[in-house]
């Protein structure tokens, strides 16, 4: 057996080479054809007319310019029909080079899965790569070759509105999401039908921009570079990912987008990344409004030179670059090999085969918003959402309840669910196949179950007209429902906020609501953290549902009735207040810890406030219990090349089943620099039935308790360790010390 899959290993590696082969020989043939406008060309991405991501430019040559073989890539071109009429203009070019159409397909493409914020908070790899592999297949079906996707920015400060597009602030949960993602987009291999190139963005530390303001400026240690924000980068390579977009940002002074360290040094040097690097929408431009460049021209210089590939929408190098190598200030062979590197990626998806291949109206029909994609859609929604608070059980209800109010301004909303960056396609009624919450919520309820509903008031705005009628609907229903949160405009791409409180008068209509003594249960509908203080202290159940795609009614109301137990755990600390921001649990220790919440003199704490969040990361509950016991561990201590087996016993003392997230925190407690206070090394998702237990294993090696020591090489440093057991990172409910020699 072992034979024959060495035997097989070694054939497919053989023939992986030998394609590779043929695919480079082609492109330097092709190359070698090419004119260097044409080459230029290659290096040019446009976006088209049906949606823009970022400030228009109006070029209205696109055309003759595809036809002239002076663009080598689309985004934004949505739909079969559109992307072979692209693609027919492309084959009227003299050398019939196929474009690459990109889309930011981030959560889904018609089905719309989680936003991947509240993906993360499922911590279920299974299924966030599933989620990456429907949306590649109905993306790959309507003619996108390539995802603007995944995006790993580390998510450390809330008010940035971006974070709804990642995977939270841990570095860890990060790494592996990004990997799942990248093996969800790509599939098996590049080429075949179903399979779209993923884009691990934005390179890099984009998320850490001052005051959490889109687009500003980013200031970091190079230690904090390589250890917090860039091993998601990492993982998604190491899963194979096809292309990188570099960012807005600049990085201790060089704007990403020109930045040679990042690029050639890391990316394409200590990472051998072979891939191409496309820049974010005009960010070569915009290195003239950095202030780093004079003119576009000293744009396409600097961009070139540090590794940008691809130029999406600055036309910087479509007007700039020719001139350039003439005056023998860029190489051709720069440009050689970022033609290359494009050229590569098309000869792989098989488009100099056939340029429609991925165009096909009838696998379209057949895949996009099928059954089984909405199946998986609600199963990540349901697994998504975060159960906060449940005082006195009233989660979930009883089915047998005569009437429910339905209350707040998202309750009948129906794109509201499908959040930020998801793709808006022309020709879908969003009434008709987004199930709201309403629409859930009827579906679940039997004939004897009255339902009634009443707005309350509007997302934002002052107007509290509407609360004396929601009012009257919760005094005569058994519980209220109260549906709130963020517009789904709120959050995403230059939606930062300074104020993370619910938005309006919503925390007074919660108010209202809770004072008439009926049982409420609160959904907070958001696209990062929000600050809901009152709401949390007051009202006995919560449920943070995020943004869910288009199963969102049918996923909350299953929760809602106990249907799914939910199991989500937050990928993101929620702050008691804006002024506690960037807060995040990993955080290193410091000379003065505050002992406790009280302790304020002369200790790093707030006068006014206490350090810790209102929810910690790794923090969500179940309808049931979970009972953590028995910790072992296989020995007192390791050397290099050994290993510790830590086991414990987790029971499900409860009466219901549930998934537990258990959850694997080191600390080392002295190095040769400072390091966190704890911080996430491993984690399960358990499954167990009512009153069933299992003994659950993880291994520590080396790689665990390695970080960048204080000459910035990655090692583990000999000294004593402790390992946690947690069911988020401030509930740790086992211990115990270990050395490393
Ligand atoms: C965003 C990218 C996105 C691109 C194309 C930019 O504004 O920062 O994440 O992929 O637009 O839509």
Redesign the pocket.
């Known amino acids: 057996m072992k034979k024959i899959t060495t035997f097989t290993f070694l054939f497919v590696s053989f023939f992986a080479m030998a394609q590779q082969e043929t695919i480079d020989q082609k492109v330097n043939a092709l190359l070698k054809k090419m004119t260097i406008e044409e080459k230029i060309g290659q290096l040019n991405q446009y976006?088209g007319d049906n949606s823009?991501?970022?400030p228009i430019t109006i070029n209205p040559n696109k055309q003759a310019e595809i036809k002239a073989g002076l663009i080598g890539s689309m985004?934004?071109i949505i739909g079969t029909k559109y992307t072979r009429q692209y693609q027919e203009l492309a084959m009227q070019s003299r050398l019939k080079i196929p474009l690459l159409f990109?889309?930011?397909v981030i959560h889904g493409y018609k089905t719309t899965f989680p936003i991947p914020l509240a993906e993360a908070a499922s911590w279920d790899l299974k299924t966030i790569e599933l989620a990456a592999r429907v949306a590649a297949t109905e993306a790959s079906a309507s003619g996108i070759h390539w995802t603007?996707?995944p995006?790993v920015d580390i998510g450390r400060d809330p008010r940035w509105g971006?974070v709804m597009?990642g995977a939270g602030e841990d570095t860890y949960l990060g790494s592996k999401i990004a990997y799942a993602r990248v093996k969800g987009f790509q599939g098996n291999k590049l080429g075949d039908l179903n399979s779209v190139m993923a884009?691990v963005?934005?390179f890099a530390a984009?998320g850490a921009a001052v005051g959490g303001r889109d687009y500003n400026s980013v200031d970091m240690s190079e230690r904090m570079l390589l250890e917090t924000y860039l091993p998601p980068f990492k993982a998604a390579l190491d899963a194979g990912a096809a292309t990188f977009?570099n960012?807005?940002n600049d990085l201790n002074g060089i704007p990403a987008t020109g930045n040679a360290h990042l690029q050639r040094d890391i990316l394409k040097g200590k990472w051998n990344f072979q891939g191409f690097v496309v820049s974010?929408?005009?960010?070569i431009g915009e290195m003239v409004a950095h202030g780093y460049s004079k003119d576009l021209k000293e744009a396409a210089y600097a961009a070139i030179t540090a590794g940008s590939d691809m130029d999406?929408?600055s036309n910087a190098y479509r007007y700039n670059l020719a001139e350039l190598v003439k005056e023998g200030r860029v190489s051709i062979d720069l440009i050689d090999d970022a033609v290359k590197r494009i050229l590569r990626k098309k000869y792989e998806l098989g488009l100099f085969d056939d340029p429609y291949r991925y165009s096909d109206e009838k696998r379209a029909e057949k895949e996009l918003n099928n059954p089984e994609n909405r199946k998986a859609a609600l199963e990540a929604a349901e697994k998504s959402i975060v159960l906060l608070k449940n005082e006195n059980q009233t989660l979930p209800l009883s089915k047998n309840l005569k009437t429910i109010a339905f209350i707040g301004p998202m309750v009948k909303e129906y794109k509201a669910n499908m959040g930020f960056w998801s793709v808006e396609l022309p020709e879908v009624n969003y009434d008709k196949w987004v199930v709201s919450q309403w629409d859930g919520l009827q579906n679940k309820v039997g004939k004897n179950t009255k339902l009634l509903y009443a707005k309350g008031c509007e997302v934002d705005g002052d107007n509290k007209d509407g609360f004396a009628e929601a009012v009257a609907a919760a005094k005569q229903a058994d519980v209220v429902i109260l549906s709130i949160g963020e517009r789904r405009d709120m959050s995403g791409?230059?939606k930062s906020r300074s104020d993370l409180h619910l938005p309006g008068v919503q925390e007074d209509l919660v108010k209202a609501i809770q004072a008439t003594g009926k049982p409420v249960i609160v959904l907070v509908n958001a696209g990062r953290p929000l600050i809901f203080n009152w709401t949390a202290d007051n009202v006995p159940a919560i449920l943070y549902t995020w943004w869910l795609g288009t199963e969102a009614g049918n996923a909350i109301a299953n929760v809602l009735f106990g249907d799914y137990n939910p199991s989500g755990k937050l990928p993101m600390t929620f702050p008691r207040e804006v002024g506690q921001i960037p807060i995040y649990y990993n955080h290193y220790s410091t000379g003065r810890p505050a002992k406790d919440e009280d302790s304020k003199n002369y200790v790093s704490a707030y006068i006014d406030l206490k350090n810790s969040p209102k929810f910690p990361f790794g923090y969500g509950l179940s309808y049931t219990k979970f009972d953590y016991s028995n910790l072992k561990l296989s020995s007192a201590s390791m050397k290099n090349n050994e290993t510790i087996k830590v086991s414990f016993q987790l029971s499900n003392v409860g009466k219901a089943a549930g998934e537990e997230v258990v959850q694997l925190y080191l600390k080392d407690k002295f190095g040769s620099v400072v390091r966190p206070v704890l911080e996430l090394r491993d984690f399960q998702k358990i499954k167990l039935n009512a009153g069933e237990s299992k003994t659950i294993e993880f291994t520590i090696d080396k790689e665990k308790l390695s970080f960048y020591n204080n000459k910035l090489e990655w090692t583990a440093e000999p000294g004593d360790f402790e390992v946690m057991i947690g069911a988020s990172s401030a509930d740790i409910k086992l211990k115990s010390d270990f050395k490393f020699n």
Do not use: I, P, V
Not at 280 to 283: Q, T
């Open positions: 976006t823009a991501t970022g985004l934004n990109g889309q930011d603007f996707a995006m971006r597009e884009c963005k934005h984009y977009m960012s807005f974010d929408w005009g960010s999406m929408e791409e230059a």
